[in-house]
């Protein structure tokens, strides 16, 4: 597959929310306004991409039976450096995002790219395969966080266009479940081959 | 009081699947027969419970005194992951039935983030249960993990009596699995925010 084709798969093909249907905690949780929606995937695409590349390089070394726990550390590590980063650095958006940014560490996208693809290709194979992925994963995420913040709150990425208090149900749980399914429909009648 | 202040909050008002959005992976995947979901709820609430307290204890007599707070994530995933392990081994020796009941969700368990999730949530949250924020002691916070473990299953297996149903059900193309399920979801979790404003 060629260099290009392993960033694209990602954004439809391999598209990690819809088409896999991963990580649907992040998903469905951080996606209240499309700003939050971007940054939730936006740190999973930095420990995507950190991660895939460690366990690349560490895959030959790693014994078969403790492959598991020791991928699962390696991601837990690059997940700490991201939280000390964000601490430091965009204090507001780590207090927003809060519990789910530890949880990157059980998020499924990870580890399943780590053991359907970076323990087998070389170190920049995986990377690109982070990337892409990730950018999949936050474009998803963006798109359902635009579509609930229009309907819940009439604005996108906090610019207000429709006055008014708009639908609240949209920002609450129940409106994370339905923009998802919606698009899920959408995405197998015309995108899905 | 404040214990079932804790319970009706973690159980209705908070549930952890419809409001808080944790371990959502296996709401959706396991939840096609109610055999299996109970199966999954059971795992789940005893090794929510007991992680819950067993991290507890690392946070507050390990990582606190040396001032290690920043390694909880990794503590944590690390304690969860064996102890699940443990749990499986000692379920094969002392119940084998109850570990045939359990025995294929068990290793799932460890990547549920509502595991990790509960486990953060008890040492880092402030909670206003009876007028004054504090942190939980352990006595409450094992209160805690065992009330939203139950609201999990509740969640679970009244998800999965429905999907039961849905299966008969014909269904559009495009809306078949997953999607149809996310909206029948989307619909429990209106009638849970009814709850809202309870406590």
């Given at each position: 597959?060629?260099?290009?084709?392993?960033?694209?798969?990602?954004f439809?093909?391999?598209n990690?929310t819809?088409?896999l249907v991963?990580?649907?905690c992040?998903t469905?949780?951080?996606?209240?306004s499309?700003?939050n929606?971007?940054e939730?995937?936006?740190?999973?695409?930095f420990?995507l991409?950190?991660?895939?590349?460690a366990i690349s390089?560490?895959?030959?070394?790693?014994?078969?039976?403790v492959?598991?726990?020791?991928?699962?550390?390696?991601?837990?590590?690059?997940?700490?450096?991201?939280?000390l980063l964000?601490?430091?650095?965009?204090?507001?958006?780590?207090?927003?995002?809060?519990?789910?940014?530890?949880?990157?560490?059980?998020?499924?996208?990870?580890?399943?790219?780590?053991?359907?693809?970076?323990?087998?290709?070389?170190?920049f194979?995986?990377?690109?395969?982070g990337?892409?992925i990730?950018?999949?994963?936050?474009l998803?995420l963006?798109?359902?966080?635009i579509?609930?913040?229009?309907?819940?709150?009439?604005s996108?990425?906090?610019?207000?266009?429709?006055?008014g208090?708009g639908?609240?149900?949209?920002?609450m749980?129940?409106?994370?479940?339905?923009?998802l399914?919606?698009?899920?429909?959408?995405?197998?009648?015309?995108?899905?081959k | 009081?404040?214990f079932?202040?804790?319970?009706?909050?973690?159980i209705?008002?908070?549930?952890?699947?419809?409001?808080?959005f944790?371990?959502i992976?296996?709401?959706?995947?396991?939840?096609?027969?109610?055999?299996?979901?109970?199966?999954?709820?059971?795992a789940?609430?005893?090794v929510?419970?007991?992680?819950?307290?067993?991290?507890?204890?690392?946070?507050?007599?390990?990582l606190v005194?040396?001032?290690?707070?920043?390694?909880?994530?990794?503590?944590?995933?690390?304690?969860?992951?064996?102890?699940?392990q443990?749990?499986?081994?000692?379920?094969k020796?002392?119940?084998?039935?109850?570990?045939?009941?359990?025995?294929i969700f068990?290793?799932?368990?460890?990547t549920?983030?509502a595991?990790?999730?509960?486990?953060?949530?008890?040492?880092?949250?402030?909670?206003?249960?009876g007028?004054?924020?504090?942190?939980?002691n352990?006595?409450?916070?094992?209160?805690?993990?065992?009330?939203?473990?139950?609201?999990?299953?509740?969640?679970?297996?009244?998800f999965?009596?429905?999907?039961e149903?849905?299966a008969?059900?014909d269904?559009?193309?495009?809306?078949?699995?997953?999607?149809i399920?996310l909206?029948?979801?989307?619909?429990?979790?209106?009638?849970?925010?009814?709850?809202?404003?309870?406590?």
């Amino acid at each position: 597959m060629s260099k290009l084709g392993l960033i694209t798969k990602g954004f439809i093909k391999d598209n990690p929310t819809f088409a896999l249907v991963l990580g649907m905690c992040p998903t469905l949780a951080t996606t209240t306004s499309a700003m939050n929606g971007m940054e939730m995937g936006l740190a999973t695409l930095f420990v995507l991409v950190l991660s895939n590349m460690a366990i690349s390089a560490l895959a030959p070394i790693v014994p078969d039976k403790v492959h598991i726990p020791v991928y699962i550390v390696v991601i837990a590590t690059f997940v700490t450096v991201l939280q000390l980063l964000m601490q430091a650095f965009v204090p507001a958006v780590y207090s927003t995002l809060g519990l789910f940014i530890p949880l990157i560490v059980v998020n499924c996208i990870v580890l399943g790219r780590a053991e359907a693809y970076a323990n087998k290709n070389t170190v920049f194979d995986s990377a690109l395969d982070g990337l892409g992925i990730g950018i999949g994963f936050t474009l998803s995420l963006t798109v359902i966080g635009i579509i609930r913040e229009i309907l819940g709150s009439g604005s996108v990425f906090g610019c207000k266009f429709i006055p008014g208090d708009g639908i609240l149900a949209f920002v609450m749980a129940p409106g994370a479940f339905m923009v998802l399914g919606y698009l899920m429909v959408l995405f197998n009648k015309y995108l899905k081959k | 009081m404040e214990f079932l202040l804790i319970i009706i909050s973690a159980i209705f008002v908070n549930n952890i699947l419809l409001s808080q959005f944790l371990g959502i992976c296996p709401f959706l995947g396991v939840s096609n027969k109610l055999s299996t979901a109970t199966g999954m709820s059971g795992a789940v609430c005893f090794v929510i419970t007991l992680s819950t307290v067993v991290t507890y204890l690392i946070n507050q007599y390990l990582l606190v005194p040396c001032g290690l707070e920043f390694l909880q994530t990794i503590a944590f995933i690390l304690v969860i992951a064996a102890l699940v392990q443990v749990v499986e081994i000692v379920l094969k020796k002392i119940s084998p039935s109850l570990y045939q009941a359990l025995g294929i969700f068990l290793p799932l368990i460890t990547t549920n983030c509502a595991v990790l999730g509960v486990a953060i949530t008890v040492v880092t949250k402030q909670f206003t249960f009876g007028g004054t924020a504090h942190m939980l002691n352990l006595g409450e916070a094992t209160v805690y993990a065992l009330a939203t473990s139950l609201g999990y299953g509740l969640s679970m297996i009244l998800f999965a009596g429905i999907r039961e149903h849905l299966a008969g059900n014909d269904v559009p193309k495009a809306f078949k699995g997953l999607p149809i399920a996310l909206i029948t979801a989307s619909i429990m979790a209106m009638a849970f925010l009814g709850f809202s404003g309870m406590v």
